[in-house]
């Protein structure tokens, strides 16, 4: 096998152990009827027990990579002992590097794109617009791209950047499936960046 085919069986073998374990993040929440609750990408999504519990099913997603990634851990393996030697070790690569990505986060690094904290969080803000005494007398809070807002008086009501939240994206297919890979379901942009802009301007 010449050296360019060798390259480009890893290289195959890295793209394909990138995608297999964000199967559940990347395609499974993008269906039609797991979206029936939610307004299409990118408008904001109001708050409701509905977006509390896609966030909850999104960190679910983000840690099931771990048991997906067995996968294409086992096809590399196979692969290194019985078939293309390059294409195995491009799938140990990438299913490892998602791996140390993921456990990061347990000895201090960046917490997932979605978090047991932040549904609360969004519960919370939730039921006060239901109380009065809220930022104006309808208070209405809707979730975008770089925080919680009330449409009704354009109050912000928590700087929390909204993630990807699985619904389908408005670009197209090869662009936004991308970017979804890109930001591994990251915000791509925070309100502290916006503010930063502005006083730039």
């Not at 794109?113 to 803000?125: C, D, G, H, K, S």
Request: proline letters at 8%; charged letters at 15%.
């Amino acid at each position: 096998m010449s050296f360019l085919a060798s390259v480009g069986f890893f290289f195959f073998g890295v793209s394909l152990g990138t995608v297999l374990p964000r199967f559940p993040f990347l395609l499974m929440s993008r269906t039609r009827g797991f979206n029936t609750n939610f307004p299409p990408h990118p408008e904001p999504v109001p708050l409701s027990p509905h977006l509390t519990q896609r966030v909850l099913h999104m960190r679910m997603f983000y840690w099931l990579s771990f048991i997906v990634v067995l996968l294409p851990l086992s096809l590399g393996l196979a692969s290194v002992r019985w078939g293309n030697a390059a294409f195995g070790f491009g799938l140990w690569t990438s299913s490892c590097w998602l791996i140390l990505n993921r456990l990061q986060y347990f000895v201090g690094g960046m917490p997932p794109p979605w978090t047991t904290e932040m549904a609360v969080e969004l519960q919370v803000i939730a039921d006060k617009a239901e109380l009065s005494g809220g930022c104006c007398n309808w208070t209405s809070p809707y979730w975008k791209v770089t925080g919680i807002y009330c449409v009704n008086c354009s109050a912000r009501l928590s700087p929390m950047a909204r993630p990807d939240l699985g619904r389908k994206r408005s670009e197209r297919r090869p662009l936004g499936f991308l970017r979804l890979l890109l930001s591994d379901g990251y915000p791509i942009m925070a309100a502290n960046d916006v503010d930063i802009a502005t006083e730039e301007e």
